[in-house]
Nanobody, 124 residues
Framework: QVQLVESGGGLVQAGGSLRLSCAAS????????MGWFRQAPGNDREFVAA????????FYQDSVKGRFTISRDNAKNTVYLQMNSLKPEDTAVYYC?????????????????WGQGTQVTVSS
């Protein structure tokens, strides 16, 4: 079993930055694809970013490309999401997730493990 705990959310003004962290425990996630998803009220959960186990391949939703950066530190069993130039439409609960190798990176049902989420609110 893998437990994921997100942190780093909060309230920020438009144009500001936040760095989300996702700490994994229970077992190493070094062989997993790690992803970030978000869900705003009334919306479905949507893919934000993902990184393969090696860290060499990254994937982003078009709306966050150039603003968000996903990274991982396998030695610390931790994944990060650096979010810059935040917009009010980025407001959502952000979830960290882990998927086994071979899973489709942008499909939520491919991820086995999920964190509890952290709220990000961007004011205009």
């Amino acid at each position: 079993q893998v437990q994921l705990v997100e942190s780093g959310g909060g309230l920020v003004q438009a144009g500001g930055s936040l760095r989300l962290s996702c700490a994994a425990s229970g077992r190493t996630v070094s062989s997993y694809t790690m992803g970030w998803f978000r869900q705003a009220p009334g919306n479905d959960r949507e893919f934000v970013a993902a990184m393969d186990w090696s860290g060499r391949s990254t994937f982003y939703q078009d709306s966050v490309k150039g603003r968000f950066t996903i990274s991982r530190d396998n030695a610390k069993n931790t994944v990060y999401l650096q979010m810059n130039s935040l917009k009010p439409e980025d407001t959502a609960v952000y979830y960290c997730a882990a998927a086994p190798p071979g899973a489709t990176f942008n499909v939520a049902r491919g991820y086995n493990y999920w964190g509890q989420g952290t709220q990000v609110t961007v004011s205009s």
